[in-house]
C-alpha cells in the first residue's frame, strides 16, 4: 500500500506542476497581449513631411502630413506615403516578433528571425540591417530560463494540505468545460 499511495502522490505533485506552468504561460499570454495592444511603430520620411503611426497586425493607428506634403505633386506625395507606411508597418512587425519572443521564447519560438528574415528578403537589403534596427527599436527584457520559471518547492508542507503553509487549495471542479478537456488531454499526451 505505501509503494501505492507514493505513486499517487507523486502523480499529485505531476499534476500540481503542470497546473501552475499552465497557469503562468495563461499569465504571460495576458502580459503579452496587453503589450501588444499598446504596440505604435511611428515612421517619418526623409523630408519629414509625412509620418506614419502603426499599430498591431500593421494597421494604421495615425497618418500625419505637413504643408510640405501638401505642396508636392499627388505621385511625389502617394510614393512618399506608401514608403513610410511600409517603413511604419515593418517596425510594427519587427516589434510584434519581439514581444511574442519576450514572452513565449521559452517555448522555441523565434518570431523575430522570421520577420527579419521575410523582411530582409522583401525589402532587398541585409537581415543584419534589420537586426541592428530592432536592437535599437525593442527594450531589453530579461528572460527567465525555463527550469527557473517552472520550478516549485516540495519540500514544505502535506500534498495534501493537512498543514496550513500559507498557500489555499485551488477550488474543486465544477463539472467539465472545454477548456478542462484540453488540459486534461494535453497532460495525457505529455505523459506519453
Request: no cysteine; proline share 9%.
Given at each position: 500500500m505505501s509503494a501505492e499511495f507514493d505513486r499517487l502522490v507523486a502523480e499529485f505533485e505531476k499534476f500540481q506542476s503542470k497546473m501552475k506552468h499552465v497557469d503562468q504561460q495563461m499569465a504571460g499570454v495576458e502580459d503579452m497581449q496587453s503589450e501588444l495592444s499598446e504596440l505604435e511603430a511611428s515612421a517619418t520620411n526623409a523630408d519629414r513631411s509625412v509620418t506614419v503611426i502603426a499599430g498591431p497586425g500593421g494597421a494604421v493607428k495615425d497618418l500625419q502630413l505637413t504643408d510640405k506634403a501638401m505642396s508636392q505633386p499627388p505621385q511625389a506625395l502617394a510614393a512618399a506615403i506608401k514608403s513610410t507606411l511600409s517603413e511604419a508597418v515593418a517596425e510594427a512587425a519587427r516589434k510584434q516578433a519581439g514581444i511574442v519572443d519576450n514572452h513565449m521564447g521559452g517555448m522555441g519560438i523565434n518570431a523575430t528571425e522570421q520577420v527579419i528574415e521575410?523582411?530582409?528578403?522583401?525589402?532587398?537589403?541585409?537581415?543584419?540591417?534589420?537586426?541592428?534596427?530592432?536592437?535599437?527599436?525593442?527594450?531589453v527584457h530579461r528572460e527567465v530560463p525555463v527550469e527557473e520559471e517552472y520550478q516549485e518547492d516540495y519540500s514544505r508542507g502535506s500534498v495534501f494540505g493537512d498543514e496550513d503553509d500559507g498557500r489555499s487549495a485551488p477550488p474543486p471542479a465544477q463539472g467539465s468545460s472545454a477548456g478542462d478537456e484540453f488540459l486534461k488531454n494535453l497532460f495525457e499526451e505529455d505523459d506519453r
Open positions: 521575410t523582411q530582409a528578403e522583401a525589402f532587398g537589403m541585409p537581415a543584419e540591417e534589420l537586426r541592428q534596427r530592432m536592437a535599437e527599436e525593442q527594450p
